[in-house]
């Protein structure tokens, strides 16, 4: 007879459902069976992957360490008051980051939102209702033309308009009455004609608060505590890239007067622009416990592990002929080592191929495409998968070659 368990099974193993292959199906099954729990995603014919991309929000970034997880089944269980967690949390992540004052936050781009909104409102309450119409408030916010960013719209929903400079020069005459805040990408601290610390003077010498969005820029550890100590009033980090925390959460460092008026502008205060950007009690804490097991890690061991998965995957792409491949650390973003691969005769088209040729394979592995080039980053990477991805890649490289 037909058991309802027995026909859920037949129908997962169905090759078609969701694009999944028989294979991947047992192989998915086994893992989730092994743990002895649902496979909530063959049931919902969501396949999974090995990440061999990095902390990108479109593959959920990164996996949370158990004791996260231990801490977020332990909030989940009782009531606290979500101001008192907030104080407390907060407290405690700005002692770690040695900053006057820090929050968790919805993710970096809310951190983004929030300490904006804190500029301008400051503690009126009435400001925080009215936002984003900025009647009686500072309407314009500083940026450098090199360091327009694809985030800049969590700062725009304050209502806000972006005022571009070049030289320093400009940035003085570009102070007025308006101007609420001075933004900075740090990621793009090199491309600009002012760099951080100088542009965290600036804000000094003419009393505007600087903000610098370092989210993807840790590891090194010591930046954490390296912007806001030159001078940045407020600093925001994503909590689920590096870090491991929670994919939606992060941080807002800086200056306690800052964070108490972004606070404001945050649940559970209700009529804000920031209602939408809840932290709950479980994020909360699962940001505090990755955060501090990041600190407490030995990133220069982590960092050779990192780089031997990048020299398997390295050597292993170059004994295809014709494919070259180098190993790299981006200087600020995503400061951990990479491959990059290229062949003769790579062109956007076929590196595109051979991304979704890996990520359609068997296992499915997410890499990414920079123009000629495949890039292979190895830090999202679980133990072992580095020997999988220099297999898989170079079975799709062959084929090019
Ligand atoms: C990833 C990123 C963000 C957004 O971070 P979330 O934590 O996903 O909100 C903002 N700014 C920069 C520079 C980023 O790299």
New binding site residues.
Partial sequence: MWSRRHFLETISALPLVGGFTAASTARAATAAGRKGGRDYFAELGVRPFINAAG?Y?AMT?SLMPPEVMAAINYASTQYVMLDELHDRVGQRIATLLRSEAAMVT???????TLGTAGVLTGTDRQKTVDLPDLSGMKSEVIIQKSHR???EH?VRNCGVRLVEVETRDDLERAIGEKTAMMLF???NNRVGRIQDEEFAQLGKKHAIPTFN?????VPPVDNFWKYTGMGFDLV??????GIRGP?S??LLLGRKGLIEAARLNAPPNGNTVGRGMKVNKEEMLGMLVALELFLAKDHARENREFERRAEVIRSSATAVSGVNAEVFVPEI?NHVPHVRISWDGADEATAAAAVIAMRDGEPSIAIRSEGNALVVGVWMMQPGEEKIVARRLRQVLEKKG
Avoid: E, R
């Fill in positions: 902390t929000t970034a919805a993710g970096a781009a809310s951190a983004l960013f694809g985030y969590a990408y740090n990621n969005d370092a989210a993807a820029d925001a980090f994503s909590g689920g890239k994919q959460a992060g973003a």
